[in-house]
């Protein structure tokens, strides 16, 4: 392959899909790039990624602006900010502004959690593959992961399970557009309704938790109505991290258990060592995270000059970790590209690092697990329906089109 730019590498249509390839090339070039389509310095190497990641001179900004940035002028002006409620989305704070939002999350995703949550888990996964059972075939990711991903976080934020075909469609408008260059007027403007839709239910749902007055409330939404104002929260914090949830809490883990389940099913040694030896599942869904993480990549802005690598900085400067490359950093993992479900340590970036760290990271890997012990138990004979697993094509999220599969031998 001859000398590629990072946005050939990654934007381009060759490669949208699948830029791994393209990217370990580039790697070999040095860490830290240009992205002219982002307008951001872009960072492969793991060191650097980590770095960026956690050092106080880089935080978040005004990564809100990216959203529009890449817009005509005159559309900018009427689609920013592209959802009212973002701005103060816990993803989206730098400290002190972040603290007591993280702890309120965390005191709500605590590790209690999984403990409560996994009798309802256990019967959903059941109800699903009973209905499965009766089928030859099915797809892993649309009538398996989805659901199943989609009723946790039903029940632990609140929404109501029966609304599902909403506010899965309402996210998904909006992941395409993040996944795309971000520079349509009408993908934007599609963008902005999707999150509006999900800003008025999300509202909705606080209205009647209120209303409802539950003094032992367990779903999120019903802790923030009942006690937001303890955590020194306003309405517009709940709204922006209740919002931010939504949008995050059921995407990323439905894409990790549907590459779990397709990359099991691809690698007929790995299934085996997995098949032997049930204990290997949760660091096979680490290897999965490290080379197929749910998110591609993770935004920063600088606050002040830093030097990184081979590149300087300077204040207001957008710096965006490439976790699929970080994730596949020779110097950091041996044989980076080789899929390893015994794979100790292995320090992927696909939850991020320092401050923002996941607070859903151990709801997921627990979703994770169960749903594929109980997949595979289900199904011994499981098989990928066809050789031909097409990734989407988004910048961000690293999820196949779809998983088919066939149950009977
Ligand atoms: C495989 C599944 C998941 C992946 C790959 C994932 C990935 C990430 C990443 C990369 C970040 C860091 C963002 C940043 O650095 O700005 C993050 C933050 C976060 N995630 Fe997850 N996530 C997953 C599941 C979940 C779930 C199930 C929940 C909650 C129900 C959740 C809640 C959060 C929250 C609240 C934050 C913000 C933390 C902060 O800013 O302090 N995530 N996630």
Known sequence: MTAITFDEAFFSEAWIRDPVEPLALLQEQGSVHFSEQMKAW?????????????????????RLAGYTMNLPAEDRAQLHPISEYMDRAISFLDPPEHTPERAAAAQVLDAGLGRRIEPHMRQTLAHRLDELATRDSFDATEDFALPVTVSMISSILGIRYEDRAHFVEWVERVFAYIGSPMDDPVFAEDCKDAYQSIGAYVGELFAEARAADDPEPSTLIGMFAARGEKYGLTERDIMGMTVGMVQGGFETTTTLISNTIAMLLADPDQRALVDTSPELV?????????????????????????????????????????????????????????????????????????????????????????????????????????????????????????????TRG
Do not use: Y
């Not at 650097?48 to 990641?53: F, I, T």
């Not at 995270?289 to 900085?313: C, F, G, H, I, Y």
């Open 42 to 62: 872009v960072v492969l190497g793991w060191e650097d990624s980590r770095a960026v990641l956690k050092s106080r001179a880089i935080g978040q900004g005004d």
């Open 282 to 406: 949760p660091s096979g869904i680490e290897e999965v995270l490290r080379l197929a993480p749910s998110l591609k990549m993770d935004a920063r802005q600088a606050n002040a000059d830093v030097e990184l690598s081979d590149a300087t900085l300077r204040g207001g400067d957008t710096v965006v970790a490439i976790l699929i490359a970080a994730n596949r950093d020779p110097s950091v993992f041996a044989r980076p590209h080789h899929f390893d479900v015994t794979r100790q340590p292995n320090p992927h970036l696909s939850f991020g690092f320092g401050t923002h760290f996941c607070l859903g990271a151990p709801l997921a890997r627990m979703q994770a697990r169960m749903a594929i012990e109980e997949l595979f138990a289900r199904f011994p004979d499981m098989r990928l329906a066809t050789d031909e697993l097409v990734w989407r094509p988004s910048a961000l999220l690293r999820r196949r089109e779809s998983v088919p599969v066939l």
